[in-house]
């Protein structure tokens, strides 16, 4: 079991391509983060109009709902740039300089289209909603294009910081899998 890491970003030299998407993930960061304290702030407000007003509530559930899956998915490119995700660099750590290198090629461009696919289906699920003026069936009735916008954004931003990612190993800016050289 390994110990407590600090986040280490990933490294972006004086790339201006590099620095302008580790700044479009960190602006993105800081989106999600106040999503999620809005999220609080309207739970708290919702527990007291039930509870202590004895009021019924109307937007607040669905709301943080969509606040809380929007700050998830546009939070993505900031914990990419983190290495947040889930890691399981057994097998890099047992590789040589070369294969680590050249797995770090394969996974990354892997992961690259997949989000490319992920990112053309939730452009086509919000503009269906855009498009066709979908509304929730709710009594708050808020247009779903709204919620749905956070797919395209949060998947393209990934997308963003994936194809940085790769870049910067190709250019040997950053090290595969963000592990030091053997």
């Not at 989106?31 to 009021?55: E, Y």
């Not at 937007?59 to 929007?70: D, F, P, R």
């Not at 919000?126 to 498009?131: L, M, S, T």
Request: charge should be positive.
């Amino acid at each position: 079991m390994t110990g407590h890491h600090d986040a280490v970003a990933s490294n972006t030299g004086n790339n201006p391509f590099l620095k302008t998407v580790a700044a479009l993930s960190t602006v993105a960061g800081w989106v999600s983060s106040a999503m999620i304290v809005v999220a609080v702030g309207v739970t708290c407000q919702m527990i007291f109009v039930r509870f202590v007003l004895n009021q019924s509530t109307i937007w607040q559930t669905e709301m943080v709902i969509y606040l809380v899956i929007a700050a998830t998915l546009i939070g993505l490119p900031y914990v990419q740039r983190l290495r947040g995700h889930v890691n399981v660099d057994l097998i890099p750590l047992l590789l040589p300089k070369r294969a680590r290198f050249y797995l770090s090629i394969l996974t990354l461009s892997m992961s690259i289209a997949i989000m490319a696919v992920m990112l053309w289906y939730g452009y086509e699920f919000w503009h269906f909603a855009w498009d066709r003026g979908w509304k929730s069936d709710t009594v708050w009735g808020v247009r779903l294009w709204i919620p749905y916008l956070s797919l395209p954004v949060g998947l393209g931003l990934l997308l963003l910081q994936l194809i940085a990612d790769l870049v910067a190993i190709v250019l040997k800016i950053d090290q595969p899998f963000g592990l030091e050289n053997n």
